[in-house]
């Protein structure tokens, strides 16, 4: 088991050298003028040269990635091309409000679209399970800027029930939160369905109710267990999908998260800063795939027996033999 | 493909034609194909019905802002222009990047899938790898940084959302390429002297034929969601041709006093998608010959004698 | 009347698929007392697994019917009995034990978890001991309760399933091909098991098999199915016994059989496929492949021919036989 865990471990690395690298490169694409944004427009020619010079702009590609690199290592991010201040405090400002409202996300979908996803499968082909499938499929679906505006129109512009901006009180985290999640939620119902009707017409279901089990024991006990499985390992798939749509959820509910500071930084050209966050948000995205991965390892017993050591594989194997015999 | 012996009865059936009757036979299917026809219908009509230049992107500051009324079915923007002509014409657009990219990303996903299943090993390792990367990214914002490195035109746009499907594209291909490959008939083909392109293309291909097409169709889907956001940002299909995204984000403003504005483009993304995702759905319902049977009967009870 | 187990009475079962019925079962009619073991022989297709589930109640939901006939087991019509008491009857009294080991066991339980189930699930409390003992009963070691199935080799996957089947004693075991998945080697050492617990335990067998050797070695009882119909039942001298007239379908299943005391270089195969069960062919069903086929055959259905020491043949042949003779 801790083989796995060392392995895994040990890969988070060149992933996330990897993205770093990916971000960096596609950024350098992009023509920037940094000199020219601080130092306004007034400025001479070799002001904004100098300043770019002193940026390390017009270094060849390897050097520069490889001091953003270095500073990485240190958790240093840069200096913001807009106003100069270090990326790193406006992350370390922001990134609290997007992780809450994201972590809430994940579990809200969890909590509903689990439950609803087995009774649609325990219920195939009634009404509630054709009703219950169409709407999950228009929640995965839904646009997330849009479910929020719309929603923000009916819950505050006519009803008056809840905060449309910032995230102040209990109540200014509902729409967030479940606009954030919304697609997830979809998505949840759609995978729990398919994995718990797959774990039904297994033989190991046929079995346990030639013994006589009850039909909640034989859905509970024996499906559940083993189509959880299969759904955690979306867990993963779906964070990622969540802090791609805090961008947008941010934006309409005016959230000081990063997905506004992406949002800010892409119409100000303000490359250290959109990399930085995005590489946050990949990091920390790489590093819920470990967890949900250690998870799954942990619920799947064939898997955990993969990974067990050699002293035991071949005990285990004298065992059989022995068995046979 | 499998085919029934003729009998008295009974036809001579492909698996394609039990799949098409299987999903005529479902309402769903039915309505989502139904609605993916209309909207193909009017990307290749918008030209006839409206003009571009004069009534999409002429601006007409006295007529802004009017509801939705019998000259103006959906009501005009802030500048004065047919909201109705304009959700055509960006449907139109929304589709024909959307096909682009599907279309690109299955090509190019069937040649990577194929040389990771095939060569196995280390070339496989390494492409699996770098996907691996790809997808660490959220996928939102992958596409943002492409286009916001490259410039937002329609190639780029095209382009992002290639890389975007790539990676669940090549590894179902891979997948399918993999399952298939245990089968004997491989075996046989090789046998008999069939290189590996043949053995490729004529028969672990269409094998996975379906498997590829539920993808494909649930990535058409994903595309016509992301053209949305990007568009949604500010960064994807440029003024002033429409789009659904971008109008939307446009009419936020409005929204107190206008709100069909941000209604109505909001409902076209949604429905679109859902419509390909539904067919999607119902696809692979159709290729699992299990459920074939299941439709029919509505008794929940074990089968027992009927009362 | 009392030693009389389970009495099939015309049962016939369809399943319900998209165009049409698929006709599984179609009259069939069996008896079984306490102790005897009856081996259920034919083809694949033949509907003998629909004829087990039936019993159980385990078709597919919204699937499978049976729509005609009783299934009378310890004096009850299984078929009209309320879901509540076949759960009971289900593992307790009536056990069966499926074709495939290797999907037969849930993979996320130890294997001592399964085998306490069945026990806990019929009013054992303390089941541990009984599952050390069980185990021991099919010949494996009770300390490796705790593992999980996929540390099991199939044989001892399939001895797992057949102590999960045996922990409650049941009156009567559905044996699905148990041992067609396995190796021959194997095969030997787990029907030899089931043969021996059964016989310790009083346990009544229905085995189902397409293995005619199988059969010799273990069952008291014969009946050979053929397109959902039982076309020959009788003891297993009865139906083995070369000098007694057979239904053509036995002989060609006999024939198939290599024999290696004999001269002959081919085998004689059986010409022509079993019928589709969607589209069965008109009067008897056999009637397509039949070497001794006449008119009456293609019209109108097999009639039931019993002899004074109960040997059971659905064929015109007897009948005809008879009634010539008579005459």
Not at chain 2, 142 to 164: D, F, M, P, Q, S
Not at chain 3, 291 to 299: R, V
Request: charged content about 20%; proline content about 4%; some cysteine.
């Amino acid at each position: 088991m801790w083989r796995y865990i060392l392995k895994r471990l040990l890969w988070l690395i060149p992933i996330i050298l990897g993205v770093t690298l990916l971000v960096f490169a596609l950024m350098s694409l992009k023509p920037g003028d940094p000199g020219r944004v601080y130092l306004g427009l007034n400025a001479t020619q070799e002001a904004v040269d100098a300043y770019n010079e002193s940026l390390g702009l017009n270094d060849p590609f390897f050097v520069r990635y490889f001091n953003y690199v270095k500073g990485l290592i240190k958790l240093d991010f840069g200096k913001s091309w807009v106003g100069g201040e270090s990326v790193n405090d406006r992350i370390m400002s922001a990134l609290p409000q997007t992780l809450k409202v994201c972590v809430y996300a994940l579990v809200v979908a969890f909590i509903t679209g689990l439950p609803i996803g087995i009774l649609s499968a325990v219920k195939q082909y009634s009404l509630a399970d054709r009703v219950l499938t169409i709407i999950a499929m228009i929640l995965a679906c839904i646009p997330v800027f849009w479910l929020c505006n719309m929603a923000a129109m009916l819950f505050t512009l006519k009803l008056h029930w809840l905060p449309a901006t910032g995230l102040d009180t209990w109540k200014a985290y509902i729409m967030p939160v479940i606009g954030t999640a919304a697609n997830t939620i979809g998505l949840t119902v759609r995978m729990s369905r398919s994995s718990m009707l797959d774990e039904m017409r297994k033989d190991y279901i046929r079995t346990a109710r030639a013994k006589g089990a009850k039909e909640g024991s034989v859905i509970f006990k024996h499906a559940l267990r083993n189509s959880l499985i299969s759904v955690t390992t979306t867990l993963g798939v779906n964070f990622s999908i969540l802090m791609g749509g805090t961008v947008f959820v941010e934006n309409v509910y005016a959230i000081q998260g990063l997905g506004t500071c992406i949002v800010r930084s892409i119409s100000n050209n303000d490359v250290p800063m959109l990399s930085g966050c995005v590489i946050i948000l990949a990091t920390f995205s790489v590093i819920v795939n470990l967890l949900v991965d250690l998870l799954y390892a942990y619920l799947d017993p064939r898997l955990r027996a993969k990974y067990v050591g050699k002293k035991k594989v071949a005990k285990a194997r004298k065992e059989a033999l022995n068995d046979a015999n | 493909m499998q085919t029934k012996a003729k009998t008295k009865k009974q036809k001579n059936h492909g698996a394609a034609y039990d799949i098409w009757r299987s999903l005529r036979s479902n309402k769903v299917a039915v309505v989502s194909m139904v609605i993916i026809g209309i909207f193909v219908l009017i990307s290749i009509l918008a030209d006839v019905l409206f003009d571009y230049e004069t009534q999409v992107i002429a601006q007409d500051i006295m007529n802004d802002l009017q509801s939705p009324s019998k000259e103006h079915w959906f009501g005009t923007d802030s500048l004065g222009r047919d909201y109705f002509a304009r959700m055509l014409y960006a449907t139109r657009i929304t589709l024909i990047i959307s096909f682009s990219s599907v279309f690109i990303a299955t090509a190019l996903s069937i040649v990577i899938g194929g040389i990771s299943a095939y060569f196995g090993g280390i070339v496989d390792t390494i492409i699996m790898r770098i996907l691996d990367v790809f997808l660490a990214v959220p996928s939102t914002l992958l596409i943002i940084c492409i286009v916001v490195a490259l410039g937002n035109e329609t190639v780029y746009i095209i382009l992002a959302l290639v890389v975007y499907l790539l990676p669940s594209l090549v590894r179902t291909v891979r997948s399918e390429l993999m399952i298939n490959m245990e089968n004997e008939y491989v075996e046989a083909a090789r046998s008999v002297g069939a290189g590996p392109f043949r053995i490729m293309l004529i028969h672990l291909l269409p094998n996975s034929f379906g498997a590829i097409m539920v993808r494909c169709t649930m990535s058409f889907a994903l595309c016509i969601l992301s053209t949305a956001c990007i568009g949604y940002l500010g960064i994807g299909v440029r003024a002033p041709a429409p789009e659904w995204g971008r109008m939307l984000s446009e009419a936020q403003e409005y929204m107190r006093l206008h709100p069909y504005l941000i209604t109505i483009p909001g409902f076209f993304i949604m429905i679109a998608s859902t419509a390909f995702n539904l067919l999607g759905d119902a696809l692979q319902d159709a290729m699992d010959p299990r459920l074939r049977g299941y439709r029919k009967m509505k008794k929940k009870v074990f089968a027992r004698r009927k009362k | 009347m009392e030693n009389k187990l389970l009495e099939l009475k015309d049962v016939r079962v369809k399943y319900h698929t998209l165009d049409y019925d698929v006709m599984a079962v179609n009259g069939v009619s069996l008896e079984l007392n306490k102790g005897e073991s009856l081996g259920l022989v034919g083809e694949t297709g033949a509907g003998k697994t629909t004829l087990a589930l039936s019993i159980l109640g385990l078709l597919p939901k919204g699937v499978g019917e049976v729509y005609e006939g009783e299934i009378i087991f310890k004096g009850e019509d299984l078929l009209q009995v309320p879901e509540k008491r076949m759960r009971d009857i289900r593992g307790m009294h009536i056990s069966m034990i499926f074709q495939d080991p290797m999907t037969s066991l849930n993979p996320v339980y130890t294997v001592g978890d399964q085998i306490a189930e069945v026990l806990q699930l019929h009013g054992n409390k303390h089941p541990d001991e009984r599952v050390d003992e069980i185990l021991g009963l099919v010949g494996i070691d009770p300390s490796r309760k705790v593992c999980y199935p996929h540390q099991f080799s199939g044989g001892m996957k399939q001895r797992i399933v057949i102590a999960m089947a045996l922990a409650c004693e049941p009156d009567l075991l559905l044996a699905d091909e148990p041992t067609t998945a396995l190796d021959v080697t194997i095969q030997a050492q787990v029907l030899a098991m089931i043969d021996d617990i059964q016989k310790k335990l009083g346990t009544s067998m229905i085995l189902i098999t397409h293995d005619l050797g199988v059969v010799a070695e273990t069952c008291d009882k014969v009946a050979i199915m053929y397109a959902g119909e039982i076309v020959e039942y009788g003891t297993l001298h009865q139906v083995f016994d070369k000098t007694r007239p057979h239904h053509p379908y036995t002989v060609g299943l006999f024939g198939s059989i290599p024999d290696l005391s004999s001269d002959k270089r081919r085998l004689e195969p059986i010409y022509g496929m079993t019928p589709d069960p969607s589209d069965l062919p008109e009067g008897c069903y056999f009637s397509p492949r039949c070497n001794h086929c006449t008119e009456l055959c293609k019209q109108k259905g097999a009639a039931i021919h019993v002899s004074e020491d109960g040997h059971m043949l659905k064929c015109h042949l007897f009948t005809q036989e008879n009634k010539e003779a008579a005459e």
